[in-house]
């Protein structure tokens, strides 16, 4: 997509997330008032210093429920399990085979968990934009797009077997009212919250979305603070970051957008969220995997009804041209995550790198034959050939050198933050 288009969608993206901080700031004040949280006289005379403190108390809440051990069945698997603050704020619970292992014993899923920080980049829901003829899917959450917001989202892996296992809404809300924090619960969503089921699950939802977007994206990496001119890069990093920008070279700014020069950390979101099938090899440690006529199609499924495309696609555009496309991750903190990609197939960002450089020019490496080996062939034509370095001649060699690779390698290594809690 034109580079345009992108950046206002992401400044499209940044306005919503505005609005909705002053909605949630406005809904709080008033909740602060009507559920009985403590106000001292002065509060009362600063409206704003009433919402702030109740916006604390439910990003405090928030980041209680996101690490509560008991919220899995059996306990032991809280949110921070697979969203480590050690790896990026992802990890697979211990999984080597680079996707999430959950709850119940013995448990393994079919993808590889992705960060939970930076949500607020990410434009909400899944949409399909048509520029100059070409339609593209962008934003949505989870690597298919299947989650309409951050709220949404994380109901999912509590009722999840394959993750955090619980048998309903009920057994979930039952241990929240009994957890150490249940008073404060109540304080932040009303007295009588535990009495309704549903709303109570909602909050749940409210409260996680509320601690991620606050203490999850705190643009503290050597890149944000090279963004704001209180650092330098070295000379190996810089050298990389040229690669990664360099339409002839790495190209990855070409997706994974970025701006250095706007002072303004969160112009780079080093992902345009939009859907593609980059031909990543299939992982045969996927237990559904060993079905050799199963595929994982991203957008069609099968962990995801295929969405509706609106009529303003470009003409002869069908969903079945989405089929094997997954959503582009941002690549902050990106270097902390044992695990790349939606199915996890690479564990070493040196190999993802590489990957990009020699997928073309020697397609046996990665796949022990000629073509991808994790699509059915009907969809083999969705395989990315516009963008560089995806539409380099197989007979051109690789995109880069292993020098140049791992110059890209240490430059993405300015993108992890500053180590922080939990
Ligand atoms: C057992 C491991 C596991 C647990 C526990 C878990 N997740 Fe995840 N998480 C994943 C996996 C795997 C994905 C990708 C799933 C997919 O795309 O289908 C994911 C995706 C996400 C995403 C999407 C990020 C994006 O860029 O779209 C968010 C947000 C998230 N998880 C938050 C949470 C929250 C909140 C909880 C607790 C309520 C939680 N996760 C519990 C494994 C886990
Ligand atoms: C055509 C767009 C495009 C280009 C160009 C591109 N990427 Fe990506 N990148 C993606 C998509 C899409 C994914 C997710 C693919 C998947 O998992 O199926 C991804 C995933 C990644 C991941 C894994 C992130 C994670 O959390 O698992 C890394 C690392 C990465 N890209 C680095 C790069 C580098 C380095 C370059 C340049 C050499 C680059 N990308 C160029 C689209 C692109």
Not at 162 to 191: C, H, W
Not at 274 to 280: D, K, L, S
Not at 295 to 315: E, H, I, K, N, Q
Not at 354 to 376: E, I, K, M
Request: glycine letters at 8%.
């Amino acid at each position: 997509m034109p580079e345009t288009m992108s950046t206002n969608l992401l400044r499209h993206a940044g306005e919503r997330l505005l609005s909705l901080a002053l909605l949630l700031s406005l809904t709080l004040g008033l909740s602060a008032c009507g559920g009985g949280a403590t106000a001292t006289p002065t509060d009362l005379a600063n409206p704003v210093a009433v919402a702030l403190a109740a916006t604390n108390d439910r990003i405090n809440l928030g980041q209680q429920i996101f690490t509560d051990a008991n919220l899995s069945e059996p306990r032991g698997t809280p949110c921070a399990a697979c969203h480590q603050a050690t790896m990026g704020f992802a990890g697979n619970h211990g999984g080597r085979n680079g996707v999430a292992v959950g709850s119940l014993p013995g448990s393994i899923g079919s993808r590889n968990a992705m960060s939970n920080s930076y949500l607020g980049l990410i434009p909400t829901p899944l949409s399909f934009v048509t520029v100059d003829g070409v339609t593209e899917a962008v934003g949505g959450l989870f690597w298919d797009g299947r989650a309409e917001s951050a709220e949404l989202q994380a109901l999912g892996p509590l009722l999840n077997p394959l993750e955090m296992n619980n048998t309903s809404r009920k057994s979930v809300v039952d241990k929240i009212a009994q957890s150490r924090y249940a008073a404060q619960f109540r304080q932040v969503f009303g007295a009588d919250i535990f009495t309704d089921t549903d709303a109570a699950f909602t909050s749940i939802g409210v409260a996680i979305a509320a601690f991620e977007r606050a203490r999850l994206q705190p643009f503290s990496s050597k890149y944000d603070a090279m963004v704001r001119g209180q650092a330098t890069l070295s000379p190996t990093e810089a050298r990389g970051m040229a690669l990664f920008m360099d339409p002839a070279k790495g190209n990855c700014a070409g997706c994974h957008l970025m701006n250095p020069t706007s002072g303004r950390p969160e112009d780079s979101a080093f992902s345009e969220f939009t859907y593609y099938a980059t031909g990543i090899p299939r992982n045969p440690a996927i237990p559904k995997n060993a079905d050799p006529a199963f595929y994982d199609l991203g957008l069609c499924g099968p962990d995801r009804t295929p969405p509706t495309l609106p009529s303003s696609v470009a003409p002869g555009v069908t969903i079945s041209h989405f089929c094997g496309q997954f959503r582009m991750p941002t690549l902050r903190n990106v270097a902390e995550r044992p695990a790349f990609m939606h199915n996890g197939f690479f564990k070493n960002l040196t190999e993802v790198v590489r990957f990009y450089a020699t997928r073309n020019s020697d397609p046996v490496r990665w796949y022990g034959q000629a073509v991808s080996n994790d699509l059915p062939a009907q969809y083999l034509g969705n395989i990315e050939v516009v963008k560089a370095p995806f539409n380099r001649a197989a007979n051109a060699g690789p995109a880069l050198t292993e020098a140049e690779i791992a110059d890209i390698v240490a430059f993405l290594h300015t993108l992890s933050d500053a180590p922080v809690a939990p």
